[in-house]
Nanobody, 126 residues
Framework: QLQLTESGGGLVQPGGSLRLSCAAS????????IGWFRQAPGKEREGVSC????????NNADTVKGRSTISRDKAKNTVYLQMNSLKPEDTADYYC???????????????????WGQGTQVTVSS
């Protein structure tokens, strides 16, 4: 099982920003498609952003488009999710996950991902 560790969550006011980190141990993140997902209390887990292996193409959910950027730092073996203009409805536990290297592209469907981190909590509130 691939190990992922998320960090960077916290309490932020509406309109604020956060940068979430997803760090990998014992494997190279760049070799996999990586997705960020979130799950709010009582709701299903949903895709937020993802980045494909290789060309690094990205995909963002409509709910965060224009407010969220996913990127990766190969040297630090970390994938980031920069979120701006945060809204109370962004409140959720955020997870990163890997999609098999057999696939060229990332997708925003949680069921397509195999290994998950423990999550980091984001609360947007005044």
């Amino acid at each position: 099982q691939l190990q992922l560790t998320e960090s960077g969550g916290g309490l932020v006011q509406p309109g604020g920003s956060l940068r979430l980190s997803c760090a990998a141990s014992k494997f190279t993140l760049n070799a996999y498609n990586i997705g960020w997902f979130r799950q709010a209390p009582g709701k299903e887990r949903e895709g937020v952003s993802c980045i494909s292996k290789g060309d690094g193409s990205t995909n963002n959910a409509d709910t965060v488009k224009g407010r969220s950027t996913i990127s990766r730092d190969k040297a630090k073996n970390t994938v980031y999710l920069q979120m701006n203009s945060l809204k109370p409805e962004d409140t959720a536990d955020y997870y990163c996950a890997t999609r098999s290297a057999l696939f060229r592209q990332c997708v925003l469907s949680p069921g397509s991902y195999a290994d998950w981190g423990q999550g980091t909590q984001v609360t947007v509130s005044s």
